[in-house]
């Protein structure tokens, strides 16, 4: 579903990726791992066409990403749930609105939003503080916040920077928790860490790691 083919990436003179290859299949869970710097978030940003290879394919469900049109972008953003590692909730959106707003872009509205998106809430479990505003909650919830958002519209790929980042043991514990139950029902997810902990806790997932890269 997701394959890295000889891919390089430079911002300036140095590269931060070199030749890294791999392929993800449909329902894995895999750890994308390596140090501050590695270049963990540069390899999710390059599955939502938000950075470009310098060399080498990306390709996801048979598109080859470098070549993809600007008008083809929004389609693939639909398909794959981002989770930004710095959250990206907009504060004067509720809860709710900040889960509902990927929908309203794509066009849905009314009943189908009120369902999904409680729906949604309900399985990070914080339909109950579905009109309260992202900076009244702790960062765990933000972070279910976030994951409810991306996953909103069912995409078949969630991809997620750092979800335990700035997160205390326990609440770690919870949304790696949460993250699988959506894993178990179908979704692939590709989750970056510079934490091995977290790795060690988790059962069947793969780790990529891409010091070497
Ligand atoms: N837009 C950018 N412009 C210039 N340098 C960047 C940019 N984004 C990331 N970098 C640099 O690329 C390297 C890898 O970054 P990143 O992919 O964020 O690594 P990681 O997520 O593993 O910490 C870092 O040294 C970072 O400073
Ligand atoms: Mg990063």
Do not use: C, W
């Amino acid at each position: 579903m997701i394959e890295f083919n000889h891919v390089y990436k430079n911002y300036d003179k140095n590269y931060i990726l070199r030749d890294l290859n791999f392929t993800v299949n449909k329902g894995e869970f895999i750890f994308i791992t390596g140090p501050s710097g590695a270049g963990k978030t540069t390899t999710l940003k390059m599955l939502i066409a938000m950075e470009k290879p310098t060399h080498g394919a990306v390709k996801f469900m048979g598109t080859e990403l470098n070549d993809i049109k600007k008008s083809e972008i929004p389609f693939l953003r639909r398909k794959i749930g981002f989770v930004f590692q710095d959250f990206k909730l907009l504060p004067k959106r509720t809860v709710f609105q900040n889960v509902a707003l990927g929908l309203e872009v794509s066009g849905v509205f009314g009943d189908v939003i009120t369902k999904n998106v409680s729906e949604l809430l309900k399985a990070v479990e914080l339909y109950t503080k579905k009109d309260e505003y992202p900076l009244s909650l702790s960062g765990g919830e933000q972070q279910r916040v976030a994951i409810a958002r991306a996953l909103v519209q069912n995409p078949q790929v969630l991809l997620a920077d750092e979800p335990t980042g700035n997160l205390d043991e326990e609440t770690s514990k919870i949304i790696i928790n949460i993250i699988k139950s959506f894993n178990n029902k179908g979704t692939t997810v590709m989750l970056a860490t510079h934490d091995k902990h977290l790795i060690a806790d988790t059962g069947r997932a793969r780790v990529i790691d891409i010091t070497k890269a």
